[in-house]
C-alpha cells in the first residue's frame, strides 16, 4: 500500500495521523507540487491532482483525506476508533470532521498562502472573510471543548486527525491564544505520537515555506 502525499499539505497531514494512529503499514510516496516534473508525473496516476492518494496493493486508488482515514479505520482494529460505530456518535464525528476542514483548514491555508504575496498583490476580501470564519471556528470549537477531550466528544476521532494540521499552522496566521480550552487541546494534540511524527516530517519544508519571499 503505498500513500501519494506532501509533507506540507495538512490534508496529507490528516491521512498520516490516521495510518500511524492505526498502525497500517504503507510506503510513502512523496509529491513536490512545485516541481513540475513530479506534479506531472502524479497528475498520470491522479487527473484530478489531488493529495493525498492511497493506492493499495490491488491497484485500487482511494483520494481525500477524510474517506482515506476512514478506509485506514476499517481496515485495522488497533489504535483508537476513529468512525464510531454508533450512528449518531458517527455523525457528530463526520460533522466536526467537515467543520475543520471547510471553515478551520481551508482558512487557514488561505491565509498562508494569501499572506505570502506582496502586500499590494493580496485580495482584502479572502483575507477577512478567512479569519471571520476562523474566528468563529475558534468560537464553536472553545465552546465544544469545553464539555468535550477531543473535538467530537471523549475519544481520539476523524475530527482531531483534521483539527490538528490546522492548527498546526494557525500561530503564523490567526494565533488562537486567547481561548484557553483550544489551547489546552492543541497540547493534547501535539503531544499524541501520530502527530509528532507528522510534524517532524513537516517542520524543515514549513520553515522554508513561511520564510518564502513575502512575510506576514
Given at each position: 500500500?503505498?500513500?501519494?502525499?506532501?509533507p506540507?499539505?495538512?490534508?496529507?497531514?490528516?491521512?498520516?495521523?490516521?495510518?500511524?494512529?492505526?498502525?497500517?503499514?504503507?510506503?510513502?510516496?512523496?509529491?513536490?507540487?512545485?516541481?513540475?516534473?513530479?506534479?506531472?508525473?502524479?497528475r498520470?496516476?491522479?487527473?484530478?491532482?489531488?493529495?493525498?492518494?492511497?493506492?493499495?496493493?490491488?491497484?485500487?486508488?482511494?483520494?481525500?483525506?477524510?474517506?482515506?482515514?476512514?478506509?485506514?479505520?476499517?481496515?485495522?482494529?488497533?489504535?483508537?476508533?476513529?468512525?464510531?460505530?454508533?450512528?449518531?456518535?458517527?455523525?457528530?464525528?463526520?460533522?466536526?470532521?467537515?467543520?475543520?476542514?471547510?471553515?478551520?483548514?481551508?482558512?487557514?491555508?488561505?491565509?498562508?498562502?494569501?499572506?505570502?504575496?506582496?502586500?499590494?498583490?493580496?485580495?482584502?476580501?479572502?483575507?477577512?472573510?478567512?479569519?471571520?470564519?476562523?474566528?468563529?471556528?475558534?468560537?464553536?470549537?472553545?465552546?465544544?471543548?469545553?464539555?468535550?477531550?477531543?473535538?467530537?466528544?471523549?475519544?481520539?476521532?476523524?475530527?482531531?486527525?483534521?483539527?490538528?494540521?490546522?492548527?498546526?499552522?494557525?500561530?503564523?496566521?490567526?494565533?488562537?491564544?486567547?481561548?484557553?480550552?483550544?489551547?489546552?487541546?492543541?497540547?493534547?494534540?501535539?503531544?499524541?505520537?501520530?502527530?509528532?511524527?507528522?510534524?517532524?516530517?513537516?517542520?524543515?519544508?514549513?520553515?522554508r515555506?513561511l520564510?518564502?519571499?513575502?512575510?506576514?
Amino acid at each position: 500500500m503505498k500513500l501519494f502525499y506532501a509533507p506540507l499539505s495538512t490534508y496529507c497531514m490528516k491521512a498520516l495521523m490516521a495510518l500511524y494512529e492505526k498502525g497500517v503499514a504503507f510506503e510513502p510516496e512523496f509529491v513536490n507540487p512545485m516541481d513540475a516534473g513530479s506534479w506531472d508525473a502524479y497528475r498520470r496516476i491522479w487527473p484530478l491532482g489531488k493529495i493525498p492518494l492511497l493506492e493499495l496493493d490491488d491497484g485500487r486508488r482511494i483520494p481525500e483525506a477524510s474517506i482515506i482515514v476512514e478506509f485506514v479505520d476499517r481496515l485495522s482494529s488497533e489504535g483508537p476508533k476513529l468512525v464510531p460505530e454508533d450512528p449518531d456518535a458517527a455523525l457528530e464525528v463526520r460533522l466536526q470532521d467537515r467543520l475543520m476542514d471547510h471553515y478551520l483548514n481551508d482558512q487557514i491555508a488561505g491565509l498562508l498562502f494569501e499572506r505570502r504575496k506582496p502586500e499590494q498583490a493580496r485580495d482584502a476580501a479572502l483575507l477577512e472573510r478567512s479569519a471571520m470564519r476562523i474566528d468563529a471556528m475558534y468560537g464553536i470549537l472553545d465552546n465544544n471543548l469545553a464539555h468535550r477531550r477531543w473535538a467530537a466528544g471523549d475519544e481520539f476521532t476523524l475530527a482531531d486527525c483534521a483539527a490538528a494540521p490546522a492548527l498546526f499552522y494557525a500561530p503564523w496566521v490567526h494565533p488562537f491564544d486567547d481561548h484557553p480550552a483550544i489551547v489546552e487541546y492543541w497540547e493534547n494534540l501535539a503531544a499524541r505520537p501520530s502527530f509528532e511524527r507528522v510534524a517532524a516530517d513537516a517542520r524543515p519544508m514549513v520553515e522554508r515555506f513561511l520564510a518564502g519571499p513575502a512575510k506576514a
